[in-house]
């Protein structure tokens, strides 16, 4: 029998039945919503709502139905429609009327916002966890490459030196980033919605700072239909994962381009790579591939989401119930993601000869020359005029600027000597930008330490939510 058949004549067609049920996907919420009924049901005891010994009974028969879905022994139902009345149908199953004394002072609609505000909170920091493990391999595998000399690019074009540690540690900026936005997420969740009721709280003294204690929370949601309507968590958490794919992404297409053969910066270890059906020599950057694609299918979720709320006036509507399923999939797509991507990373084996080779071409020390004229005290407009012809110069004979004679520089610009030969190698040029955040070994080791710190310092942060 429906909660709501007083109110009807007619039973619900078969049609609407399988279109309004929810047990399919919102039986992952069984044990936020035992354990909100249950701190639900002590503060019914406590406020002398209900009898002292019929909450017992009510918390006693709940502890047994979490162990027993958890044991797969439990029947969760169509017929009961989601799992808040599978778990009062189960309740009442077992210890009769006094099962149907839980829902006094409480609806469906704050029922489900607190199921799926505990469940957000539970995951939030699971995903900051694995990317903190990236973080702790992005540290790792920029200690040993902080001497690495590599072209930087801009339009992909070679732009300037620069090291991988230095490129790594660009990543490691966008992750941590992520790490803290999902700790702002978090922050922001920390309110209950438990005992706002269907939008307007209850007749009945109920304690909403008690149930807000006993879950964990901070304090209650202030506006009763804000409690039950608000979806921002849920849409901030969507925004993160979504941002945090696009980081996954375009370091993914990064070690694309690395393990290409136009590149050959980098090689995927076996582990982690594929080959071809039919072409022997291909070694296949799936992994890399499908963290890329996958950040659609997040980025589709929080559009879902963002769609289903744009139009909904106060307080609860049905449309809400389609809120769960995207959250779910970006949830399982980022916690997919993550460690295989960590691991890809962690086995990537880089090809250091490949990268000084390919930043030995491409004048990429040019502005490192136009520099060298300005601290002999040229205004540097002139000097870049200067280095643009040098390269014209180069281009014409198939040198580099280091392949040029002094008698070529000179021949330019009498402010050259044989010093500007120092000047132009490679890792001068990197080593000479200790600007705070540069590629010198100096700043990235810096860099490299303030990761640490903060793997460190929030490696933690939020663990010991309930």
Same mark, same amino acid.
């Given at each position: 029998m429906k909660l709501w058949a007083g109110r009807f004549q007619k039973e619900t067609d078969g049609l609407v039945?399988?279109? +309004?049920?929810?047990?399919?996907?919102?039986?992952?919420?069984?044990?936020?919503?035992?354990?909100?009924?249950? !701190?639900h049901a002590t503060m019914l005891g406590k406020q002398g709502i209900i009898e002292e010994h019929e909450?017992?009974?009510?918390?006693? /028969?709940?502890?047994?139905?979490l162990r027993d879905i958890e044991a797969g022994t439990a029947e969760l139902t169509e017929d009961s429609e989601d799992i808040h009345m599978n778990v009062e149908r189960l309740l009442t199953e077992r210890i009769g009327d006094t099962g149907k004394r839980l829902h006094t002072a409480r609806s469906r609609n704050d029922q489900v916002a607190l199921d799926f505000r505990m469940f957000v909170r539970a995951e939030i920091p699971e995903i900051k966890g694995q990317i903190l493990a990236l973080e702790t391999v992005l540290a790792g595998k920029a200690k040993a490459h902080v001497d690495t000399v590599m072209p930087g690019y801009t339009h992909m074009q070679r732009a300037q030196p620069t090291t991988f540690a230095h490129v790594l540690m660009a990543y490691a900026n966008m992750f941590r980033r992520d790490v803290t936005r999902l700790e702002d997420c978090?922050?922001?969740?920390?309110?209950?919605?438990?005992g706002a009721g269907a939008l307007a709280t209850s007749t009945y003294p109920v304690d909403r700072f008690e149930t807000a204690h006993l879950l964990g929370?901070?304090?209650?949601?202030? +506006?009763?239909?804000? !409690?039950?309507?608000?979806?921002?968590?849920a849409l901030e958490l969507l925004s993160d994962l979504s941002i945090l794919m696009t980081h996954?992404?375009?370091?993914?297409?990064?070690?694309?381009?690395?393990?290409?053969?136009?590149f050959k910066f980098a090689e995927l270890d076996d582990a982690y790579s594929t080959g071809s059906s039919i072409m022997p020599q291909k070694k296949n950057p799936d992994v890399a591939e499908l963290v890329r694609g996958k950040a659609g299918r997040v980025y589709g979720s929080l559009i879902t989401l963002l769609t289903v709320m744009k139009g909904l006036p106060l307080a609860y509507n049905k449309d809400m119930q389609e809120d769960k399923e995207p959250v779910f999939d970006a949830i399982d797509t980022v916690k997919l993601c993550l460690p295989?991507?960590?691991?890809? &990373?962690?086995?990537?084996?880089?090809?250091?000869? +490949?990268?000084?080779?390919a930043?030995?071409?491409?004048f990429i020390n040019a502005t490192d020359c136009a520099?060298?004229? &300005?601290?002999? /005290?040229?205004?540097?407009?002139?000097?870049?005029?200067?280095?643009?012809? %040098?390269? +014209? %110069?180069?281009t014409k004979s198939g040198d580099t600027l280091d392949t040029l004679t002094l008698r070529d520089f000179r021949a330019i610009s009498k402010l050259f000597d044989s010093d500007v030969y120092q000047a132009l190698q490679l890792k001068t040029c990197v080593n000479q930008r200790k600007v705070y955040g540069g590629p010198s070994r100096e700043s990235v080791e810096q860099q490299i330490a303030n990761l640490e710190a903060f793997i460190a310092a929030h490696k933690d942060v939020g663990s010991d939510e309930a």
């Open positions: 039945n399988d279109f +309004n049920s929810s047990i399919s996907f919102d039986a992952r919420l069984y044990k936020q919503d035992i354990e909100g009924s249950i !701190a909450a017992s009974r009510i918390i006693d /028969g709940l502890k047994t139905i978090l922050a922001r969740l920390d309110e209950c919605p438990l929370f901070s304090k209650p949601m202030d +506006n009763s239909m804000d !409690a039950v309507s608000d979806r921002d968590f996954l992404s375009r370091f993914a297409e990064e070690i694309i381009l690395w393990c290409s053969w136009e295989v991507f960590a691991a890809m &990373v962690d086995t990537l084996t880089i090809l250091p000869r +490949n990268m000084e080779r930043a030995q071409v491409g520099d060298y004229l &300005v601290k002999k /005290g040229l205004p540097f407009r002139d000097a870049y005029m200067i280095v643009g012809r %040098l390269v +014209n %110069l180069c």
